[in-house]
């Protein structure tokens, strides 16, 4: 269930984004770079105010799954529509905001375009945003009832309409920012109703009970309201680095740093995938008497690790040889060693998502939240100390260090929800993995494509090597080969 329910995010997320990359030159041609730049400013407009949800969406799938595990489904439509009725209310205001924001929005950033046409584009975008804002709150239900085949049954033709519908408009309508915006309004709507259609027959009965109760609001409000301090606080941390480059150094500097790191920063969407699955069932484990959390934590370590691995330590390896093809032989020497760091880094911090999501799950949002806080100045005075006198290396030094002591601090916290021993009960095979993480990425210094190539291979085989031999435990081998075995045929014996 775990393995398929990622899946299907996997490829909720996965494929709108290969849609994306196909459908942008297009775009950027038809629509001119101007109109196509003010379109991406939109977008990053309604994903920014789409944070008025406060956190509540991900709030309600950690009430709902505490009320289930505790067997209080009388309590749970209550529940469901004050959250709902909140949630509506917040997208009320967040449109308002923006409709009022328009016309000022527009002259500040014009770029070419009309003004006039993109007040308007904003100003229906604002009316999209109640149906955003209650969107996350009717994927909250659904994810709390591990519905995640019918999450992305709808995500992925909505998030494939997000570029496919500006592209449509364009080609057969007119190139006009307004007609662009009232397509993808049109599309957040019917992605809405869909969400209420599912969400009520996933939970038959949700709305029996509209009272509207006071005294829900207080524990919706704390669990939204320290899970936004994280999404808001994070990704703050994340845009910083940019900032400053540009300050301290050049423009031209920013695109070196940026580019090589959202080219890896897209292994984000498979923990991303793994962690939406992961939240409801820690939640429903730990208020139900917690037993299975350290065996799904290290399932969901092992299965990640396994993933992320090869795909980081590719862009490891051959780091040099994909920038060169994909944009010049100039560029990719200023930017190759910068994506080498990134590729470790964005290891680390995939596999820190896992104990995030527990912490998340056991209901001490609080926790992150204040990881983060913490964390903030340190990291914004050390990344300028560094950035200043050693440039992009120090820049992206800072950053690593960053994504290592959040690492530490994340599993650290973890052991406090769960016994690290049950995880894994000799905690120094643990330094052996690390050690070959390490000693995997010299292969990035030897010449020769193809030797890299098979040094790439070989890397790989030894590590899959020590985790089943080291790390796997003698359960989790026979699973495996009883696997290989119902599927090929033939007896397997350890």
Not at 363 to 372: D, F
Request: with cysteine; glycine share 10%.
């Amino acid at each position: 269930m775990l393995i398929r329910n990622t899946l299907y995010n996997l490829l909720g997320l996965g494929l709108p984004m290969l849609v994306a990359i196909g459908s942008m030159p297009a775009l950027i041609h038809l629509l001119g770079d101007e109109r196509f730049g003010m379109l991406t400013l939109i977008w990053a407009v309604v994903s920014y105010f789409g944070l008025f949800d406060l956190g509540l969406g991900r709030a309600l799938t950690l009430q709902i799954s505490q009320l289930m595990a505790d067997k209080r489904d009388a309590d749970l439509p209550s529940l469901i529509y004050t959250s709902l009725l909140i949630m509506a209310a917040l997208g009320l205001f967040a449109g308002m905001l923006m409709w009022l924001g328009a016309d000022w929005g527009a002259a500040h950033m014009a770029g070419g375009v009309n003004t006039g046409e993109i007040s308007g584009s904003v100003k229906v975008m604002a009316m999209a945003m109640p149906f955003i804002v209650l969107t996350s709150g009717l994927r909250g239900i659904l994810e709390a009832r591990g519905a995640f085949g019918i999450i992305n049954m709808i995500r992925l033709p909505m998030g494939m309409f997000t570029f496919l519908g500006p592209l449509a408009v364009v080609l057969w309508y007119k190139n006009d920012l307004i007609a662009v915006t009232v397509a993808l309004t049109i599309g957040r709507i019917v992605a809405c109703l869909a969400h209420v259609y599912y969400a009520i027959r996933s939970l038959p009965g949700m709305l029996n009970d509209r009272r509207y109760r006071r005294e829900l609001i207080r524990g919706l409000i704390s669990s939204g309201g320290w899970m936004t301090v994280s999404n808001v606080i994070s990704p703050l941390m994340g845009y910083m680095d940019r900032f400053l480059i540009g300050a301290t150094i050049s423009a031209a500097a920013v695109a070196y740093y940026v580019t090589p790191f959202e080219v890896i920063s897209k292994l984000w969407i498979i923990p991303g995938a793994l962690t939406a699955v992961l939240f409801p069932r820690f939640t429903g484990e730990l208020f139900a008497n917690g037993k299975e959390s350290p065996t799904i934590f290290r399932k969901a370590l092992l299965m990640l690790f396994l993933v992320i691995y090869p795909s980081a330590l590719f862009f490891g390896i051959f780091a040099q040889d994909f920038l060169r093809l994909w944009i010049n032989p100039e560029f990719a020497e200023k930017s190759y060693f910068l994506l080498q760091v990134f590729s470790l880094g964005i290891m680390i911090n995939c596999m820190a998502h896992i104990p995030f999501t527990l912490i998340q799950g056991a209901g001490k949002v609080r926790v992150t939240a204040m990881i983060h806080l913490v964390q903030f100045p340190f990291f914004i005075l050390i990344l300028w100390l560094a950035t200043s006198r050693y440039g992009l290396v120090g820049a992206v030094g800072a950053w690593l260090a960053r994504m290592l002591i959040d690492a530490f601090i994340m599993f650290f916290q973890a052991a406090n929800v769960i016994k690290m021993r049950d995880v894994i009960d000799q905690p120094l095979r643990l330094c052996g993995v690390g050690i070959l993480i390490l000693l995997s990425y010299l292969p990035a210094l030897v010449g020769g494509l193809l030797t890299r190539t098979l040094l790439y291979v070989c890397c790989i085989a030894v590590m899959f090597a020590y985790i089943w031999l080291c790390i796997a435990t003698k359960n989790e081998r026979q699973y495996v080969l009883g696997k290989i075995s119902s599927r090929f045929g033939g007896k397997h014996d350890l």
